[in-house]
């Protein structure tokens, strides 16, 4: 099936510094990723929407500056949490669409700890 | 506005029992509906999910989800609750009509008490 390799699991980083944070399709083309923010105990909110060769749609709230997207190839999305303060520590998830099927796939997720 | 909820932040069950977990949506045309399946610190799993026809879909490790039209709502069911179910269930809504992106509700938590 569709597989969503997130990497990496789990970073630390000191506040002021930038993280990426990558998520490939290993196994199918993915045009559209959705990048999600999970805090302890709640659900996912969609932070953004990034479609492959395009600019990314930022949902309301979300600092776009903040929270770069990229979508360069249709096997590679990336979100870049620049200048990083302790409230950006968070549980990151992308998913990716797979066409012709309505559904979808998730990447195992990254722990960003910012201290 | 689109948006799931799922009425029970926390349920607690004992092993073997059966499990009934609420979902209920708002949404303007054929919603698409999943359950997942999360394990702390880990992505989500599918459970199954609903685009048409049968309104009653199973999935994997033993559930099924019953679509209520009329109800507004996309239960799931297991009737026999295993140890290993124990975790966060989120049920979603496929919002197609606005770039494909889910909309999730709120969680609940399972805990199987031996």
């Known amino acids: 099936g569709a597989v969503v390799s997130q990497h990496p699991s789990r970073v630390i980083c000191k506040s002021g510094t930038s993280v990426k944070i990558e998520c490939r399709s290993l196994?199918?083309?993915?045009?559209?990723m959705f990048w999600y923010r999970q805090f302890p105990k709640q659900s996912l909110m969609l932070m953004a929407t990034?479609?492959?060769?395009?600019?990314?749609?930022?949902e309301q709230g979300v600092e776009k500056d903040k929270f770069l997207i990229n979508h360069a190839s249709l096997t590679l999305s990336t979100l870049t949490v620049t200048s990083a303060h302790p409230e950006d520590s968070s549980f990151y998830i992308c998913?990716?669409?797979?066409?012709?099927?309505?559904?979808?796939?998730f990447g195992s997720g990254t722990r960003l700890t910012v201290v | 506005a689109q948006s799931v909820t799922q009425p029970d932040i926390h349920i607690t069950v004992s092993e073997g029992a059966s499990l009934e977990l609420r979902c209920n949506y708002s949404?303007?045309?054929?919603?698409?509906l999943f359950w997942y399946v999360q394990s702390p610190g880990q992505g989500l799993q599918l459970l199954l999910k609903?685009?048409?026809?049968?309104?009653l879909v199973q999935g994997i490790k033993g559930f099924e989800a019953e679509f209520k039209r009329s109800q507004s709502s996309f239960n799931l069911r297991k009737p026999s609750v295993h140890w290993s179910d124990a975790a966060e269930y989120f049920c979603?809504?496929?919002?197609?009509?606005?770039?494909?992106?889910?909309?999730f509700g709120q969680g609940t938590e399972l805990s199987v008490k031996p």
């Open positions: 609903y685009f048409s026809g049968d309104t």
């Open positions: 998913s990716a669409r797979v066409e012709g099927s309505y559904g979808y796939t």
């Open positions: 979603a809504v496929g919002a197609y009509n606005q770039g494909g992106k889910l909309i």
């Open positions: 990034s479609n492959e060769g395009s600019k990314a749609t930022y």
């Open positions: 196994d199918f083309q993915a045009t559209t």
């Open positions: 949404y303007g045309a054929t919603p698409y």
